[in-house]
């Protein structure tokens, strides 16, 4: 008999992330989680789970009344078939990143929550992330004053041919549409906007196979402009090693880095405008003081997004990363990609219906013969759904 106490978790897509959320909940590390139910079309991947109702198709689990909620695992489209489905239902709703792969889905799947009992998140778990949290809590309380440039260099992605041979599925545009923006860095771009909000324009170049026999992109330089004046530029590849994490925030105040799990804080004495207005020198610029920032948590990521869903379904616990806040994260990185189709400047809210056309007619032209080779069993990524 179950746990009236606990939320009966079935998962579907039982590939890397599946396998380690299942583990987790079985560990007794996910709170008040119990593994109920796990789905897959490959019944080796199901072996591992005796003892636990398998399914090997959604739909029969999610009818089956086995469980409370579903963590959705697979291959990113079927995330937004599966996740109205399943909020269609009745059940909670957990999906891994992205939430969906382009803007209209992820509207389509955000518009499928229509019962505010339901829980509906994504599994957006950097925003557990001790250093993350603090720097916003600094930036809201107005420490650096008016943000004045961001920079993100986030480079340390290097991944290899066998990596991308590893699945057919893997970096193209029918199977994930898209690179390393809706594989790798969903979380940043995720971060981005939770920090800083989103822009108004994107100017974005993204490398198609600049570094692997791939028809998407793994290299990106994109910049973004902001209505209040900010800027920021975003920078990632799977391409570089050693590669760089280095996160740039630039306020009238002074200047934060978070970098190597250390956030840095660079104060100005007196604000940047300020000193320039006032100033008799010509060449002056504001003393600085280097602020140590404390910085404490535990850093639960998965575990903790986990926890909170737990506690969001049971006590009504306000949820640390809203499904529908998925929505923008998949539209900065839809509009890197148009303003590389299109070759030019983006204006957000982007035109969901227009990227999605574009999208569909790479994946009906595409004429890219994708080479796999079989991972080892230590190597095995691969999403079975």
Known sequence: MSDPKKVRMGIVGMGNMGNAHART?????????????????????????????????????IASGEIDAILI????????????????????????KPISVHKADCERLVEAHTNEKQ????????????????????IQK?????????NWIITDWFRSEQYYASGDWRATWGGEGGGVLLN??????????????????????CQIGRFHDIEVEDSVTAYMEYDNGMTGVFITTTG???????????????????EGDKLSFTRNETPAQEFSKTTKHSFGRPPTWDVTIPVSGENPQHKGILKNFAEAVLDGTPLIAPASEGTNSVELANAMLYSTFTDSTVNLPLDGAAYETVLKKKIAESTFTKKTVKAGAAEDFSKSF
């Open 184 to 205: 790798q860095c969903p979380h940043q771009l995720d971060l981005w906007q939770w920090l800083f909000g989103m822009p108004s324009k994107v100017r974005a170049f």
């Open 119 to 138: 829980i509906f998140a994504a599994m957006f778990n950097q925003r557990t992330n001790s250093l993350y949290i603090k720097l916003r809590e600094l």
């Open 73 to 96: 695992c697979t291959p990113h489209y079927s995330h937004t078939t599966i996740g109205a489905a399943a909020l269609k239902a009745g059940l909670h709703v957990l999906v891994e």
């Open 240 to 258: 570089e090693a050693p590669g760089t994490n280095r996160l740039e925030v630039i306020g009238d105040r002074g200047k934060m880095v978070i």
């Open 25 to 61: 909940i079985q560990n007794g590390e996910a709170g008040r989680i119990e593994l109920s139910a796990v789905c897959d079309r490959s019944p080796d991947r199901l072996k591992p789970f005796d003892g636990i109702k398998q399914f090997d198709d959604a739909d029969a689990m």
């Open 142 to 150: 107005g420490e650096l004053g008016k943000l004045e440039r961001v």
